[in-house]
T-cell receptor, first 108, second 112 residues
Framework: SQQGEEDPQALSIQEGENATMNCSYK?????LQWYRQNSGRGLVHLIL?????REKHSGRLRVTLDTSKKSSSLLITASRAADTASYFC????????FGQGTRLTINP | NAGVTQTPKFQVLKTGQSMTLQCAQD?????MSWYRQDPGMGLRLIHY???????DQGEVPNGYNVSRSTTEDFPLRLLSAAPSQTSVYFC???????????FGPGTRLLVL
């Protein structure tokens, strides 16, 4: 299977703390994308990082990419209750596959 | 722009029935795809298309057919529904691949 792996599968933290989730993949990539899904709804694109980039920021989000280790991480800083969701990485060329996701819960 | 639209929003089928899930986009995107998401799980790729007239299989294509006669539409056909196909189905599109995917709201399918 081309599907990557994400860890942890679930993460529960206090509001204001930082959350880090990781994605590993198996094949060479052109880019890697991160998405958020709230309670089984549609997916929202968060950030895309290209294979020649090592780090990318968007607001409170920071994504890193290590192509030598075939892994990426998503850091959410100063978490809020609204960040409670599932987070997925997406990778591939034409056949785009998702990781299994990380369920993030932010406790007030 | 309506973006990516999916119909119906919810459907109940009996085992053995066939149906078509509709997906349309008005962004002139070349790449379209179908995913299924089982409860508490990630999304698995069923079929994808890189342009009109071109389709290919994803991770879990068995039991599903697709065609792409126009750039705008990418219907997913269930040939003979089975309870194992109970899932939420998401359609996505993008200008090309791999680029940012735009997702529809999903179709919730229950097969009894």
């Amino acid at each position: 299977s081309q599907q990557g792996e994400e860890d942890p599968q679930a993460l529960s933290i206090q509001e204001g703390e930082n959350a880090t989730m990781n994605c590993s993949y198996k094949t060479s990539i052109n880019n890697l994308q991160w998405y958020r899904q709230n309670s089984g709804r549609g997916l929202v694109h968060l950030i895309l990082i290209r294979s020649n980039e090592r780090e990318k920021h968007s607001g409170r989000l920071r994504v890193t990419l290590d192509t030598s280790k075939k892994s990426s991480s998503l850091l959410i800083t100063a978490s809020r209750a609204a960040d409670t969701a599932s987070y997925f990485c997406l990778q591939g060329a034409q056949k785009l596959v998702f990781g299994q996701g990380t369920r993030l819960t932010i406790n007030p | 722009n309506a973006g990516v639209t999916q119909t119906p929003k919810f459907q109940v089928l009996k085992t053995g029935q066939s149906m078509t899930l509709q997906c349309a986009q008005d962004m002139n995107h070349e790449y379209m795809s179908w995913y299924r998401q089982d409860p508490g799980m990630g999304l698995r790729l069923i079929h994808y298309s890189v342009g009109a007239g071109i389709t290919d299989q994803g991770e879990v294509p068995n039991g599903y057919n697709v065609s792409r006669s126009t750039t705008e539409d990418f219907p997913l056909r269930l040939l003979s529904a089975a309870p194992s196909q109970t899932s939420v189905y998401f359609c996505a599109s993008s200008p090309g691949s791999p680029e940012t995917q735009y997702f529809g709201p999903g179709t919730r399918l229950l097969v009894l």
